[in-house]
């Protein structure tokens, strides 16, 4: 029986890793052309960092007992959780180049990840900002 090492494709963590990596750094690039650089925000975000890289710790040591109890399924948690993350820190960055660049939110691409929040009058017809 294989161990989940030799089971999971590691290009799915990497890419998870990679994108968080952009995330943090499209971040901190927005904060600093909004001149609102905030430690409390950045370690924030990276806390949230660290729950994306312990769900993936998680799944892999699910997926390792689902090995060892032998169930008869592959459990592929790992790429599962890992591609979860990608969709998540896709949009993540999506919002902050919008903050670099905001002739982006027009874009027609923007406008499938575009969220609204309701405003005073409960309309929701105000954008959603980051």
Same mark, same amino acid.
């Given at each position: ?12 963590? /990497?890419?998870? /890793? &990679? ?9 901190? &690039?927005? &904060?600093? @052309? ?14 949230? @960092? ?10 892999? &040591? /699910? ?14 948690? *790992? ?10 820190? *896709? ?40």
């Amino acid at each position: 029986m294989a161990t989940v090492l030799e089971r999971v494709d590691p290009s799915a963590v /990497l890419v998870a /890793l &990679a994108l968080m990596g952009l995330d943090i750094v499209l971040g901190i &690039a927005g &904060a600093v @052309k909004e001149r609102d650089v905030q430690s409390s925000k950045m370690r924030e975000g990276l806390w949230h @960092k660290c729950g994306s890289i312990g769900l993936i710790a998680l799944a892999f &040591a /699910l997926e390792y007992a689902v090995g060892r109890v032998d169930l008869g399924v592959v459990f592929p948690g *790992v790429v599962i959780v890992c591609a979860y993350i990608c969709l998540m820190e *896709v949009g993540s960055c999506l919002e902050n180049l919008v903050v670099l660049n905001p002739q982006l939110a027009d874009n027609p691409i923007m406008r499938v990840f575009a969220t609204k929040e309701k405003d005073d009058h409960g309309t929701g017809d105000t954008p959603a900002t980051a």
